[in-house]
């Protein structure tokens, strides 16, 4: 007597799975007609910024550009320094001079170097435009400290 009505039971919530499924297909997929396939604009993928800044970085010049970047760098743990933010300038090998006279044209403000590497106090407005410059390789945010690593 159990087997049957494992079995029914079974098949309906089969049968129930197989309704929500296919109602879900059909609600995922609008209804296209001609009137509204060539009035809808096609989606853009977000902009995921510059390739050469590093992506915390890219998301600081949206949020500058938004207005928020004061609870952007807040909420990520980033230091503003006046509109300013720490960053590492990655140059290029043999560019170190082209790079530190581009940062310093871009309104940085050079804190110290070594071997291929600049750490400054730059601009958030001005960081698309230093990223763009040929002697650097990356920008990116100064590596923190991790306490009572193993």
Do not use: H, W
Request: glycine share 4%; charged share 15%.
């Amino acid at each position: 007597m159990k087997r049957p009505v494992a079995s029914i039971i079974l098949t309906v919530v089969i049968i129930l799975s197989l309704l929500m499924i296919i109602g879900c297909q059909v609600e995922s997929e609008p209804a296209k007609t001609p009137s509204s396939a060539s009035s809808s604009p096609i989606p853009k993928s977000p902009e995921k910024g510059n390739p050469k800044l590093d992506s915390q970085l890219n998301q600081l010049i949206q949020a500058e550009n938004l207005g928020n970047a004061e609870a952007f760098a807040q909420q990520s743990n980033i230091e503003l320094v006046y509109g300013a933010v720490r960053v590492i300038i990655e140059c290029f090998p043999g560019q170190l001079e082209s790079a530190t006279e581009a940062a310093t044209n871009a309104g940085a403000e050079l804190e110290t170097r070594y071997d291929n590497l600049l750490q400054a106090l730059a601009p958030i407005a001005s960081l698309t435009t230093l990223a763009n410059e040929e002697s650097i390789r990356f920008i990116r945010l100064p590596q923190q400290p991790v306490s009572g690593a193993k």
